[in-house]
Structure formats: C-alpha cells, structure tokens
RNA sequence: UGGGGCGUAGCCAAGUGGUAAGGCAGCGGAUUUUGAUUCCGCCAUCCCCUGGUUCGAAUCCAGGCGCCCCAGCCA
C-alpha cells in the first residue's frame, strides 16, 4: 500500500500537493478546485508563473479545475487594459482556464447580500470615523485598539445607512463598513477590519452602477466558495488574513467550504518583482514598457524570447515551499539555455564585425558550403551558405598580441571557418588612428567544409559571413536591469544597471535569417539564443538575444 | 514587550526517530568543426545554537538566537 502512495511521484512533491493528495485520499473532496486570482493592476511578471504553474499543475495533476479570477475590487487602480494583458499572457505560458473566467466584480450583488446578513447577525456596523480616526484607534503591534464610537448602532440604522452608501448619498471616505470582530486582537486583521468603503469610480466592469467596493478580504473567500474553490493558494503575507478569511465563511451562509493555504513568493536574483516598483520602471520611462525585454514581465520574457516550457521548467526547478527565498537568476538562464539548446537551429551571425580577405580566392568567385541546423538532430537538415573572397569575423575572435590560451585568429595562427575552410591570418589593416580595420589571410582550399586532407588540426573554429550576401540587422544584448543581486525596492530607480541594454547597430546575418520562414528562436552559433523582434521592419531586421550560451572563456580570460 | 511564519551546502530544496535525495552554481577530467552541447567524477561526519529524551535525533521535548510578514477605506 504505501508502495502505491510512493509511486503516485506527481502527488507529493511539495506541501501543497500533500494536502490536496490527502484531502483527495480522505473523501474530504470529490475533485480539487484551484483559482488564479490576479488583480488587474498591472501586469503578470515571472513572480505570478509561480502561482499559476501551482494552481493550474495542481488541476492538470489531480483532474481538477482552475479558473481565471480576476479580484477586481478596487477600480480606482485597476484597468481592461492589465484584464486582456492577463489573459494573454496565462494563455502563453501554456493554461486554459476553459469556461472558468469570473471576477469578483460578477459577485458584488451577492457580496452586498452577505455584508447585510452580517449587519444583521450585528456582526458588522457603519463607521463614521474618518480615516485618521480609525488609524489611531486600531492601537499598535503591541496595544489593542480601542473599540469604535459607532460600533454598537442599531441594526436599522446599519442597515438604513449601508444602504445609503450604497445609494451613492455620501462622498468617498465619509463612511465604511466594518465587522465587528475584536478590537483587542493580536492579530490586527482581525481588529474590525473594513468590508466596504465608498468609490465614486468607474469600474471596468460594472460601470458606475456601485459607489461602494467590497475590500480584498470581504471579497475572496466568498468568491471561492461560490466557485466551489477547494484549496484557495496564496502568498505567505496572507496568512495572517486566514483566521478572517475564516471567520467570514463560518459567519455566512456560503455554499462551499474553501480552505486558504500559503506558499513563499518568487524571488530572483537582480530583479524587482513588486508591482509598484515595475509600475515604476514602466512609468518613469526607465524601459521601454511593460513588455520591455529586460522586464520580468511575461510580456517582457516573451519578447525577449523565453519559450513558456522554460518557465515551467524554472518554476518546477526552485520548488514550493514556505521559507523565504531568492532564487539566483542562474537557474532561469539555466531553464532557457536547456530547452533553446534542444529547440533551437543554429545559424551564423557576426556580431561586430571585422572585415577579412581572402588573398589566394578568386575574385568575383563564390561558392555554397553546407551548414547543419542542429548538431544534435539530423532531421532538422542542412543549408546552403555562401563564401566569398571577402567575408566578416566576429572582432572578438582576432587579437593581435593573443593573450595566453587564446587559441583563436591572431597573426599567422591558423583557424577553422566553420563549415568552410582553414584560413591563416597574414597581414593586420589599420587605419590612421591604429584600429585594426582588416585581416588578409589565406585560404587552403584543401580543407573545404571543415578538414583537412593531411589530418592537421586547429584549435579553434570560428563563425563568419559572407561580406556580399549577408544582410544587416540590429541585435539587442541585455543584461540585468539591476546592478545589485538584491535591488533596494523603495530606491530601485537608483539602483539600475546602466549597461542592461546594448544595441549593435551593425551585425551581419546569414541572408536566411531575413527570410519568411527564418527559424524561430534561433541559436547564433557560438553566441546564445536570439529571437525577432516586433521592432523588426522590412529591410530593418531587429534581434533579441535571449540569453548567451555558456561561456567558459569569459572565465578564463578573466582569471587572467 | 503583540500576533503569524520560517531557519538543511554559495543559491533553491527533499527528508516527518534508523544514521543527510535532487537541481543550480563551483571544481576536476573525457569527447567536440559552437571555448556550446554531451559525458564522467568531486562538492554537508552534518541539518541556527544549547541542553534533554532515546540503543539511535535534521526529525521528539525545553530554552535561546536569527530572519520575514502584519498597525491601507491596497491586494
């Protein structure tokens, strides 16, 4: 038997999936329910693929549901905008919430209903203290607070004054209502936390037709139930909030059960994942918006060119657990580069280019050499690359005075061109101002496609193009938009990396990559991953870079 | 000095009384027409600390220490 519990592996890989197996196990649940409950206030970032892989893969796993819900309780902040950005970002990264698309706006009649049982059972009253009021009377960490002048109002006039909040007839913060709980309590959640407080504002959804909004609390266990919720997830800062989340649905009428559990959040390594500080970065125009490729945007991954199968693979890589933790950024480069390295043709592109000639190869000739697409996969095929007696190398791979275990092209070494021929490098072009402008070489025509007869070897091959047929592009390198491994959150402004965009305005790609059907995303050989961008105009092609590939030479070089 | 959580390697993270999984990073080495990939090997005598219980403790008990969250009419 428990031979059988051990080879469900799925059913017990972190606490969360624990509890939903035992609950299933139990008979506590016929099948699981789990909801994603974004407010739309922004967009979704790589904190949120967290949540959502969770509450989707613990659906998919246990042959439950999870619905789309989207907690839009405050119209002051939210926006259709963030709604439709959402929804297509949960679509990207690979879920289907199938007919379950509510929002918690759907439920505010219902909501109102509840807010008046309460007032009723007198378990909530009208407030009319003002803001600073109620902030001082709330008391401190260490002293209770101090119970409300209107706590003990009639239940008429409770009920006659809610429903004039709701009738529009006061101005916004003139009253709210509250439960009526403890004002004593250790937990300030629960010292007569506010359900409803008055919003003259247009709601995306519901229009002017409420002046009064439900507060996240009031709203979200009630909006689980009502959907049959049975495992409600959320972060670690409501846990505080289950004892209310709680008491809510013990004090109401509601038709399901819901339980709340709590996981740690994502968080990574020189990114900034709270909602007010990428507002921030979106608004003060430190990047280009919200899906800027250096953002930690599902819209910014996107363009950048991350496939959602490695953030899936991320998320299932760093695990579910309740100890704070910061993940290093690492293990997503590590997540791409996996499942690029597999995905992606390869093709050549110079990066910066270096211009070399090719003394003993015929002028006006030229000639096509085969190119594999994949190393790994021979069903992917092969292409036609065209050499020419002029062609460009990248500018890192020729040094004039090599450094030590530099083994690439310097004066008289010998290299491989990848796919073409061995070259010697035999005269260094400079201009007035001493910068190496070209290389004059020799080709040995022996070697074509890659070897050579007489079995001599080299010990580096490098990418080129040809000078002639390749086409100009842009390519965008990205770096960390942050300088620091943990970026202050309240100062992130000055703690960008100012190197976190470079733009090479004048690579050279081979004449496929222009194409309509250019692979897509690609591996510059050599270089890393690099994907289209929209930016990308015709005759004007733009590339990202998605990550680089794995560079043990940096290391090298560096250690000196 | 209130309430709620959490502390296992540089970073994540399994483990729930029987003698420390796995991944990332790192370090060696092999293969290589990408200094990539792939492949092998190494990497916690010890689980925040101190006592205690037990034949046996990361796991149980007691007492400390450290870190995070909560005083929005935000979510």
Not at 11 to 16: E, K, L, N, S, Y
Not at 43 to 64: T, V
Not at 328 to 337: H, K, Q
Not at 512 to 531: D, H, I, K
């Amino acid at each position: 038997m428990s031979v059988v519990e051990k080879t469900e592996t799925e059913a017990g890989r972190d606490f969360i999936r624990d509890i939903v197996a035992g609950d299933l196990a139990a008979g506590r649940h016929k099948s699981v329910v789990t909801r994603f409950p974004p407010e739309p206030n922004g967009y979704l970032h790589i904190g949120h693929a967290k949540s959502i892989c969770l509450n989707f893969g613990i659906a998919q796993e246990f042959g439950g549901r999870c619905n789309l819900r989207f907690d839009d309780t405050n119209p002051t902040k939210e926006e259709q905008e963030y709604i439709d950005a959402i929804q297509a970002d949960v679509r990207w990264l690979g879920f289907d919430w199938g007919n379950g698309l509510y929002y918690a706006s759907d439920y505010f009649e219902r909501l109102y209903g509840w807010a008046q049982d309460l007032i009723r059972a007198s378990s909530a009253y009208v407030d009319d203290q003002s803001q600073d009021e109620m902030r001082a009377a709330r008391g401190t960490l260490t002293e209770p607070g101090k119970n409300s002048p209107f706590r003990d109002r009639s239940i008429e006039e409770n009920l006659d004054l809610f429903g004039r909040m709701r009738a529009g007839e006061f101005p916004n913060g003139a009253r709210v209502l509250r439960a009526k709980i403890d004002m004593a309590s250790g937990n300030i959640n629960l010292r007569d936390p506010v359900l409803y407080r008055i919003l003259h504002a247009s709601h995306p959804r519901t229009g002017t037709q409420w002046t009064i909004y439900p507060s996240y609390d009031f709203a979200h266990g009630q909006s689980d139930a009502i959907e049959g919720v049975t495992h409600s997830i959320c972060t670690l800062e409501f846990e505080d909030h289950r004892p209310l989340y709680d008491w809510f649905i013990e004090s109401l009428s509601v038709p399901s059960r819901p339980h709340q559990y709590e996981f740690a959040r994502l968080n990574l390594t020189y990114t900034v994942l709270s909602k007010r500080a990428l507002n921030g970065l979106v608004r003060g125009g430190h990047v280009s918006g919200w899906d800027d490729p250096r953002m930690p945007t599902l819209a910014g991954l996107r363009r950048r060119g991350v496939p959602p199968e490695a953030l899936r693979d991320f998320i299932k890589r760093i695990g579910v657990a309740k100890a704070n933790s910061l993940v290093d950024l690492g293990v997503l480069e590590f997540s791409i580069r996996e499942h690029l390295n597999k995905t992606a043709q390869r093709r050549m592109a110079v990066l910066r280019p270096l211009k070399v000639v090719i003394e003993n190869y015929p002028e006006g000739k030229s000639e096509e050499l085969e190119a594999v697409n994949h190393p790994d996969d021979a069903s992917a095929g092969t292409r036609p690359v065209r050499f020419a007696r002029e062609i460009f190398i990248e500018r890192d791979d020729f040094m004039e005075t090599p450094v030590k275990k530099f083994f690439r092209l310097s004066p008289g070494t010998e290299v491989r061109l990848r796919y073409a021929f061995f070259i010697t490098c035999r005269e260094v072009v400079k201009n007035a101002a001493g910068e190496v402008t070209e290389l004059r070489c020799t080709y040995d025509p022996a070697t074509r496609g890659g070897n050579a007869p007489d079995g001599r070897k080299v010990k580096a091959t490098i990418h080129w193009v040809s000078a002639a047929d390749s086409v100009p592009a842009e390519v965008r390198l990205y770096n960390p938009l942050f300088s620091k491994p943990e970026p202050d959150v309240a100062n992130f402004a000055t703690e960008l990396n100012p190197k976190s965009l470079e733009v090479l305005a004048d690579a050279r790609l081979e004449p496929v990559l222009a194409g309509g059907n250019s692979p897509e995303p690609v591996q510059f050989e050599r270089q890393g991953y690099f994907a289209r961008d929209p930016d990308s105009k015709p005759g004007r092609l733009v590339f990202n870079r998605t990550v680089g590939l794995r560079d043990t030479w940096a290391k090298v070089s560096a250690s000196g």
